[in-house]
């Protein structure tokens, strides 16, 4: 346990210590890309800094929060994230099995 834990970029693809990557979440995720590399590219398009986390992060539609993109249900049919997060998914499904079995009942 001496050597310290690094990471390769995929951008400049050097291994880097992990401390040379932003973090998208306080003692979780990291950004793939290193900071020269990030900051580069910020740079590039001229776009804001946090343009680059977007890309890996998605914003909760139900409860608001940013959350990592895999909090959310890939749709294989429409290519796409979910726009709820697992957590709100869940709770929204079984609110509408809720309400669908409830008007099923009202019809007979
Ligand atoms: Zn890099
Ligand atoms: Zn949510």
Redesign the pocket.
């Known amino acids: 346990m001496t050597t310290p834990a690094k990471r390769t970029?995929?951008?400049?693809?050097?291994p880097?210590p992990l401390a040379?990557f932003p973090s998208l979440q306080p003692g979780g995720l990291l950004h793939p890309?290193?900071?020269?590399?990030?900051t580069?590219r910020v740079r590039q398009s001229g776009r804001a800094r946090d343009q680059a986390v977007t890309a890996v992060t998605k914003v909760c539609a139900l409860c608001a929060q940013r959350l990592p993109l895999d909090t959310f249900h890939w749709i294989k049919s429409s290519q796409t994230h979910h726009s709820y997060c697992r957590g709100c998914h869940s709770v929204y499904m079984a609110e509408r099995y809720r309400r669908r079995r409830r008007s099923v009942l009202a019809q007979k």
């Open positions: 970029c995929p951008c400049c693809r050097k880097k040379s890309y290193c900071r020269p590399c990030l580069a």
